[in-house]
């Protein structure tokens, strides 16, 4: 879903900006290109220019981002500098076209969801967030920036996820349980409870395994 005419440039150069390039075909989108600026050199793929840094882009502004990076620190700070070049109205949202999403839902900029989603009512999906296929997201759900959610993840209502958190493959959570910033719940546990920011837990109900002190946090996510 565009709100322009702008070519798309996808932000990312490995697997998961392969998917968001079938993903803009579906949607009959152009794609002028791609940006992976952990590349040392420019390439092609798809018989599309990748390249390696801002600069190598003629003019910025003449092109709409999307990301296509599965890691969710990683994505955030490779879309850092283009957000603070460019205005919101170049990170679009990408909705497969199978995914049900409530008219009272709220979807930001660089967001992607994926085929067979299901979003309920009044839930907010912040910029830059993904979910994946199949993901059940229930009403007043809050999903905050730069966090992603997996394949087959039902979340149920009222469940904030705080900046930064990634929700493993198959998990469940319950009503009204609050996720901390720069967490990670492994693929199928169950969430009964709050989890505390960075902290990594797993198991049916979910446990703390440990805590996680990320780096490369932009803003001093970490504090």
């Known amino acids: 879903?565009?709100?322009?005419?702008?070519?798309?440039?996808?932000?990312?150069?490995?697997?998961?900006?392969?998917v968001i390039y079938e993903l803009c075909k579906t949607l009959n989108l152009s794609v002028r290109g791609f940006l992976d600026t952990k590349s040392p050199y420019d390439f092609s793929k798809f018989n599309l220019p990748v390249y390696n840094s801002?600069?190598?882009?003629?003019?910025?502004?003449?092109?709409?981002?999307v990301a296509g990076i599965g890691h969710n620190f990683s994505r955030k700070c490779s879309l850092h500098e283009l957000r603070c070049k460019l205005d919101t109205n170049h990170f679009p949202k990408l909705i497969h076209p199978s995914a049900i999403i409530s008219p009272s839902s709220k979807i930001a900029g660089a967001v992607t969801i994926m085929a067979n989603c299901y979003i309920d009512t009044n839930a907010s999906i912040e910029f830059g967030s993904l979910v994946n296929v199949g993901a059940i997201i229930s009403h007043d759900v809050k999903l905050s920036e730069f966090s992603s959610i997996a394949p087959g993840v039902k979340i149920a209502g009222n469940v904030y996820i705080g900046r930064n958190t990634q929700?493993?493959?198959?998990?469940?959570?319950?009503?009204?349980?609050?996720?901390?910033?720069?967490?990670?719940?492994?693929?199928?546990?169950?969430?009964?409870?709050?989890?505390?920011?960075?902290?990594?837990?797993?198991?049916?109900?979910?446990?703390?395994?440990?805590?996680?002190y990320p780096k490369n946090i932009i803003g001093n996510e970490n504090h």
């Not at 879903?1 to 392969?18: F, H, P």
């Not at 801002?54 to 981002?65: A, K, L, P, S, T």
């Open 54 to 65: 801002i600069n190598r882009i003629d003019r910025i502004q003449n092109y709409d981002y």
């Open 167 to 212: 929700v493993g493959i198959g998990v469940n959570i319950i009503e009204a349980c609050k996720i901390g910033k720069n967490a990670v719940i492994g693929a199928g546990s169950t969430v009964v409870t709050d989890v505390s920011r960075n902290s990594l837990v797993y198991g049916t109900p979910a446990k703390l395994i440990k805590r996680l």
């Open 1 to 18: 879903m565009k709100n322009t005419n702008r070519e798309l440039i996808i932000v990312g150069g490995s697997d998961q900006a392969n």
